[in-house]
DNA sequence: TGCGCTGTACGAGAAAAGTCGAACCATGGT
DNA sequence: ACCATGGTTCGACTTTTCTCGTACAGCGCA
């Protein structure tokens, strides 16, 4: 299976289905998207790399939090999360104990075409 | 009487240079731009405008800082326009005493395609 | 029932960024 | 000579962000 090419919006994985995804958690409207906003949530390296690993290694849908190898703290790690999630860029729903994050790649692109594929292409 | 001005303050870089301009203020190299500095640096929606007027009402060249039409005082605006160029996003040079800006399309453009794009489509 | 797992919430200290006044400098005009 | 212009530097203050420890909560499983 190929990896992720970031620069079109394959389908939107939005819809209420049957088996039932969980219910994303709270998060900005597509059109409510700030610019500034998602600039300065990926203006931290280390959310950059989050970002990005999620973009280029995603096998399925989403990761939980420990999916990275990130040696923070439990807590700076949700702060980063929260950060990316409050801005847009990432969609987190709650698989029973443990909450997985997917990019908002269609969202993202809607508003920002190509911003997607500048992160991807990132190198630390 | 032509009031010649003493040549012993040798303010040699106040002459205009024929075929070029005046030399740019130090900045990042092309290949030393960093997104997360970038994205930092625009994450600021004072900032963002003055890049997006920069972009969308340079009429020849670059601009004086004062061009814009900001409400702040002069060493707040010394320092975003400082931040701007800090992180290459913006090119400046010493025009006598006036200081002027341009938006660095081509460097950015090489290295982050489509970012340029984003700014010019912000909306405050 | 208790343990291990994932992850949150709160709060405090540290670090970084923004804001702005005041002093200053060089230039050009009158 | 003086003043206005366009901008810098410095230092102080305020605000935001980062970092991380501690405490806690829900779930699954023996």
């Known amino acids: 299976m190929p990896p ?21 958690l709270p998060e900005p409207a597509v ?3 700030r610019l500034e906003a998602v600039m ?3 203006s931290d390296p280390l959310r950059l790399r ?3 690993t999620l973009l ?6 989403d990761h939980p ?7 923070r703290p439990k807590s700076s790690l949700t702060h980063h999360f929260r950060a990316l999630r409050d801005a847009g ?12 994050s997917e990019v ?10 190509g911003l997607v594929a500048l992160v991807a292409a990132w190198t630390p």
């Open 56 to 61: 280029l290694e995603r096998e399925e849908f």
């Open 40 to 42: 300065g949530a990926l």
């Open 65 to 71: 939090c420990g999916w990275f190898a990130l040696d």
């Open 31 to 33: 059109d409510a998207l």
């Open 4 to 24: 992720v090419t970031t620069g079109r919006a394959d389908r939107v994985r939005v819809l209420p289905e049957p088996p039932g995804l969980p219910t994303p």
């Open 89 to 100: 860029v990432l969609r987190q729903r709650q698989y029973g104990l443990e909450r997985r």
């Open 104 to 113: 908002r790649i269609a969202d993202l692109e809607a508003r920002f075409p």
């Open 50 to 52: 989050i970002v990005r």
